[in-house]
């Protein structure tokens, strides 16, 4: 049970009574204009600002006492900005949001407050001005705000000032890309664009795809360099790049052209020691939007003076904005994921969108891959969603189709092309899978492997890897299979009346575990979409280690093994394999993954 707050007074009134802190009155909380405050003390430091003494406001808002304090500079008024880390409304950000401090012991108030005091001296001294610098976006925040939605799809780890493409609309705001091309798929992926069918319609979208430029300065703003006007923004140009001026005023002028929009917008970019600061500027107005009756573009017919254009631009008002990141860099592990270039550059095809290869397919992009082809003939039916990442609204289209238009609108940044046919008789699927760097195969199809493994061979692919289940998936394999390895086959019954079937799988079962339908060769295998979830993880990982820690010759076959739950598979009705167990050992309770390695045509467990 947490104390009463008059409990709580009582004590920090006797905790704070050496520095002098006097309570405030309800009225007084009341008039506060920082936060419902439901109690709170006043204490003089012997800090001065302004010729004034600070005084400090110490206001409890949370009555569960699960928040710590806030603490707010009461006089002499401070602005946001004008010192940092001092917020609206005098309130003062000594902590971190993640500190921990017990609070059963209430002595972290005088922590609080020494800090607290210790965090003003620095500031007033000017020893904190870097801070406006390293927490740059919180500072800029305060600068006057165009509303406006933007997002950059910009490679920020190119370290030049550039033109870039930009798009806008009054449901997107504005996009912001390297490329026009990159703007095109974006929109694509978003199912916002007309199709390729219609030629005209497309192309009077794409056309509104115009010019912006990209500054990267060398120097982070601090709130006193935080421009106002165009022509205070050419000033700082002038300053940072004085021997390309010229070419970026260009680029900036430019980038006023826009015709679809009355109020342009271009990116400025900052390295901080904390990382990438982007953000956006919105000019008042383009050179061909009327004021008055005039546009700045009058009087000149085909092109306009540097030197002219920067005096009628002048005075165009600027307003800073906030940028939503959608670029590789951040989507991948905000800056943070050094590995996502490498998986960027491989092209993986999955054959088979069905409820394992799904899912795998969705870890890998969010992993880093961003070219992605996905092949099955297959329509979604609604016996699906019980084990699918598509619901019912994918029901009887494609399934290849439905899961490219699902992760497109999900992570429009990659490319992603789906076959809607058998893959044996397509040309083009065909060509993707010889062109992939990773062949992914979760048809659970004993024919379509022993193709692909053929066309492996023939053609020379890439390393094949297969992921499926057994009966009820209890267990799931993921098997490497390099070209020529024979690893895929080698677990498998390759003639006879067991082809097909596994020679040594983990569990047994005392009877049929397909279950029949009524329909002429209807049949299915139940499980849900829990008990694949380790196997989709483990296949996404091991792909993972294939682009990322490739063999310095070629890669050798092994197979991941997930072993499922012992008590869910004897509550099926099923045991652990006897030949398993001899071969490999007991599982025991399950729950683990097994590594096999492949050698002399002869498998064995990896104990790492």
């Not at 007074?9 to 520095?19: G, M, Q, R």
């Not at 002499?76 to 004008?82: G, H, N, S, T």
């Amino acid at each position: 049970m947490h104390k009463v707050p008059s409990a709580i007074c009582n004590e920090i009134d006797l905790l704070l009574s050496p520095y002098g802190a006097r309570r405030l009155s309800s009225k007084e909380i009341a008039n506060l204009i920082t936060q419902s405050a439901l109690f709170g003390w006043q204490i003089t430091t012997s800090l001065v600002y302004k010729n004034e003494p600070v005084v400090i406001n110490l206001l409890f808002c949370d009555k569960s006492e699960s928040q710590i304090p806030i603490i707010a500079v009461a006089a002499p008024e401070i602005e946001p900005c004008e010192i940092p880390h001092i917020e609206e409304h005098g309130r003062l950000c000594v902590w971190p949001s993640r500190y921990i401090v017990d609070k059963k012991n209430n002595s972290y108030i005088l922590e609080l407050l020494s800090d607290a005091e210790a965090l003003l001296k620095e500031a007033f001294d000017g020893n904190l001005d870097t801070h406006f610098e390293d927490e740059f976006q919180s500072y800029w925040a305060y600068h006057p705000q165009c509303t406006k939605k933007t997002l950059s799809l910009c490679d920020l780890e190119r370290t030049s000032t550039r033109l870039i493409a930009t798009f806008e609309s009054k449901k997107l705001g504005v996009i912001m890309a390297d490329s026009s091309a990159q703007i095109e798929n974006w929109l694509d992926n978003q199912g916002l664009l007309p199709t390729h069918s219609k030629k005209k319609i497309r192309r009077q979208f794409l056309n509104r795809i115009e010019k912006s430029v990209l500054l990267q300065l060398k120097h982070t703003w601090r709130p006193t360099d935080f421009p106002n006007t165009a022509k205070e923004l050419f000033s700082i140009i002038k300053k940072e790049f004085a021997d390309q001026y010229f070419e970026i005023a260009t680029m900036l002028a430019i980038s006023l052209t826009k015709k679809t929009s009355e109020i342009p917008t271009i990116l400025v970019q900052f390295n901080t020691s904390n990382g990438v600061a982007l953000i956006a500027i919105h000019f008042s107005r383009s050179i061909f939007r009327r004021v008055n009756r005039r546009a700045i573009i009058d009087g000149f017919r085909n092109e306009m003076p540097l030197s002219h254009f920067i005096e009628r631009t002048s005075t165009i008002k600027i307003t800073g904005g906030a940028i939503n990141r959608a670029d590789k860099n951040w989507l991948a592990g905000r800056d943070s994921n050094p590995s996502h270039k490498i998986v960027g550059q491989h092209r993986i095809v999955l054959i088979g969108c069905g409820s394992v290869g799904a899912a795998i397919i969705r870890l890998l992009i969010q992993s880093g891959f961003t070219d992605v082809v996905l092949i099955d003939f297959d329509k979604y039916g609604t016996e699906n969603s019980s084990r699918h990442i598509l619901g019912l609204d994918s029901f009887d289209t494609y399934k290849a189709t439905a899961l490219a238009n699902k992760l497109g609108r999900e992570f429009p940044h990659i490319s992603i092309n789906a076959i809607n046919k058998q893959w044996q008789g397509d040309a083009i699927a065909r060509t993707s899978i010889s062109r992939a760097d990773i062949i992914l195969s979760c048809t659970g199809d004993w024919q379509s492997d022993q193709s692909l493994l053929q066309f492996q061979s023939e053609e020379e692919l890439g390393v094949i890897v297969f992921a499926f289940v057994e009966a009820h998936a209890i267990a799931g394999h993921v098997i490497v299979n390099p070209p020529n390895s024979n690893a895929f086959n080698s677990i498998h019954y390759v003639n006879g009346n067991k082809i097909g079937t596994l020679i040594t799988p983990c569990t047994t079962w005392p009877h049929e575990t397909i279950q029949k339908i009524p329909a002429c060769a209807g049949e299915f295998q139940p499980y849900g979409a829990i008990p694949l979830t380790h196997l989709q993880a483990i296949a996404a990982k091991t792909i993972l280690s294939l682009v990322l820690n490739p063999s310095e010759k070629d890669v050798l076959p092994y197979i991941k093994i997930w072993l499922g739950d012992r008590s869910e598979l004897e509550k099926l009705g099923g045991h652990w394999n006897h030949n398993w167990i001899s071969s490999f050992g007991d599982p025991g309770f399950g729950n683990k993954e097994v590594t096999l390695i492949f050698e002399k045509q002869k498998w064995k467990e990896k104990y790492v």
